[in-house]
């Protein structure tokens, strides 16, 4: 909870796929608020005096995802609503306000976009949402163990990149430190 409103204040790509994870793991637990507070809260709470928040929170979260009908798949409600606002940023950045540092690293990345979105059945996805998908399929892949080629993680690269630039100018937008008038 506490790492979640970190990253969502400082690096909105990573809190997305912080909170992709911890979708993942509230799912390998079921979905079931005992188990996720028995078996999850535990192990990240920084101190005692956080349990109950934690145990609130998770509790939150399985209770959405059952709700919304994404005990299986998707996300919360919240992720969708930010990764709507980078696929409205990115487009900001390539037409509205073109960013000519952005154009460039969309274009280094796209090849590997496309490429991705092909390989994981996303070809009618924005390359905004292929990119984070790939980020979490990283974060996955490395979490077991799997071994990732050079030319993978050069392509992941391009991306991460391309991503990291957009978060920055995300922070940017909501802190109301990003000028849309072009004069």
């Not at 979905?31 to 145990?55: G, H, W």
Request: proline share 4%.
């Amino acid at each position: 909870m506490v790492t979640a409103q970190q990253k969502k204040q400082e690096n909105i790509i990573e809190y997305l796929l912080y909170m992709y994870c911890l979708e993942d793991m509230i799912r390998a637990l079921e979905c079931d608020e005992n188990r996720v507070v028995k078996e999850l809260v535990p192990t990240l709470v920084p101190n005692a005096s956080f349990i109950p928040s934690y145990e609130r929170w998770y509790g939150s979260i399985c209770q959405e995802l059952i709700r919304s009908g994404k005990k299986s798949k998707g996300h919360l409600s919240e992720l969708e609503e930010i990764a709507t606002e980078l696929v409205f940023l990115h487009q900001t950045l390539l037409v509205v306000k073109p960013d000519e540092k952005y154009q460039g690293l969309f274009n280094t990345a796209e090849p590997s976009i496309l490429e991705f979105s092909q390989k994981s059945a996303m070809e009618n996805h924005h390359p905004v949402l292929v990119s984070i998908h790939a980020m979490h399929m990283k974060l996955q892949l490395k979490l077991r163990g799997k071994e990732i080629s050079n030319e993978t993680e050069l392509a992941f690269d391009s991306m991460r990149i391309m991503l990291a630039y957009l978060a920055s100018e995300y922070k940017k937008m909501r802190s109301g430190a990003w000028d849309l008038n072009p004069n």
